[in-house]
């Protein structure tokens, strides 16, 4: 691979993990569920395409296994399975967050502040891209507040797999092709059969509480 | 002939093999005997690593088995065992009282197994990646399990313990990742391996900012699935909502199989930095643990959540044997697993018989004498209580004693000292609260024929084994925790 391709490939892969924080940033401030899911599968299909670019410039054939489980796991099953689920319990459209927008934007701009600091010392042991892995941490650190930011069981949710979505980014980024390809399938099955468990269970909890409102899990002290 | 694999697809297809079954009784009996297979083939697995080259591996060292495994595979299988001894007569007495259907119990039959098989695959997995995707696999089978009887409290513990294990694993999966790119050699393409005993061996050429990063992480992350404080919040609802055989479980492998993955992470820090970090680290998270469990034991009203308490107690000592780092402490932190997961899941046991018969854990409703109502579970709960709190004959006195002495031989004067206060107050804590409902004479006329003699077979054998290895350790037992504690303390 002649320098100038790297070149590309690396700037391509810096562009396309910035879109990953931008739309980070555009689920802590939107409201509206359905959006949020939507949201999430185009966070994935960018990730989707951060794999097959690397799978590509560098000849990584495993790569591109990592990109169509991710296209056809994240991209297309999970938001229709989260979608369905939606459907299927009717609940209340609107997410009731505790801090509103603006609050919000602001802590999670210090956050992004803070993944780039904590990822500075470190910069020089990316092999793709500039500051992927401050792009990485700091989709784990708003990840954290976008699940204690919100009080719906299925946001939680959501919130766990853009934490996974950074996971993946800094694996790729940090070590060139990712993890090994039965790494890779494990944590892609885990990750399938969780939102389904996690399914169940907010299934589980709509029936029992008839509300999904982890407010109301609180009768556990002490 | 190969070891491990059985290991892992004995527990694996007796789970499957209860999906397909529909007798109750032939379920029982599927999971009893895939236990009872993983233990005789623990007990060889444990004579196959003390021979050279004292690690046994399989499928192109996929699977790799060291004396510290080996101690994890018996412990893991013993309580197993027990647990399914117990749960059989357990859940006959829950279903002819109503507590649950059909379906739930054959639910609790299939995942058992594949939780079972899933903390075999943390400990017998080279791949630091696979073991975190075994870990993983641990927490959303248990995670059902713990959710079993659909009751509000239930589900409520269930959610928090899958939120934060996951949000935890996510934590320690990014340790991993950083782990992973500490070890890609800058200057070549190929895929360098991800097996442990690989990276132990090129500790001295990782990058020591990046494994430091990655330990802190995976402390952080494992630390939560292993319930150390201040992440431990999960801990005592998950262990006191869940059906006892699982509390059992839960409590007395599962924290330790976690455990065991972040000690992994912990000797290659140490291999590769060469400084104290990480086991100061786990000396002062430890700690922690002890002093925040102690108080709660005090105070705490409900049976199964102060078992849980105890627990974290016990899962805090083991960290400060293992982050004093001298032999003799980390010889002790082996020995208190061991002699933990005997104890813990007689005493479950026993709050699950009380459960079932006084329909309440909160210990002012069920009120004094327990021990006039249930009298062999009475019995077996105070032998198993005075052993969780380290009083002489049973082996965690020894084991505590251990800790302490080496702390104190090694000249750690201060912790020490924190270690003894902590495990005072826990003691006098225990004590105090089971003098409340097990003496005495009942106030409330009590049914007790519903656990009468049921669960004798499980605790007999937890409790026969406690204190029959409390005072007489065999000599291959002697070897493995050597070996283990070697591994441990970076002796090659």
């Given amino acids: 691979m002649n320098p100038l391709q790297s070149e590309l490939a690396s700037q391509w892969i810096t562009l396309l993990a910035a879109g990953m924080l931008v739309i980070q940033l555009l689920m802590v401030v939107q409201r509206m569920l359905l959006t949020n899911i939507r949201l999430f599968a185009l966070q994935s299909l960018m990730l989707t395409a951060i794999a097959a670019i690397v799978a590509y410039f560098h000849n990584a054939a495993h790569v591109y296994w990592v990109a169509g489980l991710t296209l056809l796991g994240k991209v297309f099953f999970l938001p229709w399975l989260l979608n369905r689920q939606v459907r299927r319990i009717q609940i209340h459209q609107e997410i009731e967050p505790l801090f509103n927008s603006t609050a919000s934007m602001l802590l999670c701009g210090g956050l992004t502040l803070l993944g780039y600091i904590v990822a500075r010392p470190f910069t020089s042991l990316e092999r793709l891209g500039n500051n992927t892995l401050g792009t990485a941490i700091t989709l784990l650190l708003t990840g954290f507040f976008l699940m204690f930011n919100r009080r719906k069981a299925i946001t939680q949710v959501l919130a766990l797999l853009t934490v996974e979505n950074g996971v993946m980014l800094a694996a790729v980024a940090l070590s060139t092709y990712g993890m090994p390809l039965v790494v890779e399938l494990g944590i892609f099955f885990d990750l399938m059969v969780a939102v389904m468990v996690l399914g169940l269970l907010v299934y589980r909890i709509r029936e029992t509480f008839a509300s999904m409102d982890v407010d109301k899990l609180s009768q556990l002290k002490g | ?48 690593v003390l021979a ?37 007569r357990y859940f006959r007495r829950d279903l002819a009282a109503g507590a649950v259907t059909a379906g739930r119990v054959k639910e609790f039959f299939v995942l058992t197994p594949i939780f079972t098989a899933g903390m075999f695959l943390v400990v017998l997995a080279n791949n630091l990646g696979v073991m975190w995707f075994a870990l993983e696999a641990t927490a959303l089978s248990s995670v059902l399990l713990v959710a079993l009887y659909n009751r509000k409290t239930s589900l409520e513990a269930a959610w928090k313990y899958v939120i934060l294990g996951s949000l935890g694993l996510a934590l320690a999966l990014f340790g991993t990742v950083f782990t992973y790119a500490a070890a890609v050699d800058r200057q070549s393409a190929t895929l360098p391996s991800f097996n442990w005993s690989h990276l132990m061996l090129v500790a001295g050429q990782l990058d020591p900012r990046m494994i430091k990063l990655a330990f802190v992480f995976v402390l952080v992350g494992y630390g939560t699935k292993a319930g150390l404080a201040p992440m431990h919040t999960w801990l005592p609802d998950a262990h006191s909502e869940a059906p006892s055989p699982t509390s059992a479980m839960l409590s007395g492998v599962s924290l330790k199989v976690t455990l065991y993955a972040l000690l992994r992470f912990h000797i290659l820090t140490t291999a590769c930095l060469g400084t104290p970090f990480s086991r100061t680290l786990l000396l002062v998270f430890g700690l922690g643990s002890m002093f925040l469990a102690a108080p709660f034991i005090l105070v705490q009203t409900n049976l199964k959540r102060l078992l849980a308490y105890s627990s974290l107690e016990h899962v805090g000592l083991i960290c400060v044997g293992i982050g004093l780092n001298s032999p003799i402490t980390i010889f002790g932190a082996l020995l208190h697993m061991g002699y933990h997961a005997l104890t813990k899941p007689v005493l479950f046991f026993a709050a699950g018989n009380i459960h079932q018969t006084c329909h309440t854990l909160q210990m002012r409703l069920i009120g004094l004498g327990v021990a006039k109502v249930l009298p062999l579970t009475a019995v077996c709960m105070g032998l198993a209580a005075a052993s969780a709190t380290g009083l002489p004959p049973f082996g965690l006195f020894f084991s505590e004693l251990t800790v302490l002495s080496g702390g104190f031989a090694a000249g750690h004067i201060l912790v020490s000292t924190l270690v003894l206060a902590a495990l005072l107050a826990s003691f006098c804590g225990i004590l105090y609260q089971l003098t409340r409902i097990l003496p005495g004479t ?13 669960s004798v077979p499980a605790m007999g054998l937890m409790l026969g084994a406690l204190v029959v290895f409390s005072v007489w350790l065999p000599t291959p037992l002697l070897e493995v925790m050597e070996r283990a504690r070697d591994i441990i303390g970076g002796v090659q």
């Fill in chain 2, 442 to 454: 009942p106030k409330i006329a009590r049914n007790a024929n519903a656990a009468a003699l049921d």
């Fill in chain 2, 1 to 48: 002939m190969t070891l491990l694999t059985p290991i892992l697809i004995v527990p694996a297809v007796a789970g499957l093999l209860c999906l397909v079954l529909r007798s109750r009784r032939a379920m029982e009996l599927a999971n009893v005997f895939a236990f009872g297979i993983t233990l005789a083939l623990s007990l060889r697995l444990l004579a196959a």
């Fill in chain 2, 52 to 88: 050279p080259p004292y690690a046994v591996t399989e499928s192109s060292e996929f699977f790799r088995a060291d004396a510290l495994s080996a101690w994890m595979v018996l412990l893991i299988s013993v309580v197993s065992l027990g647990s399914s001894l117990y749960a059989g």
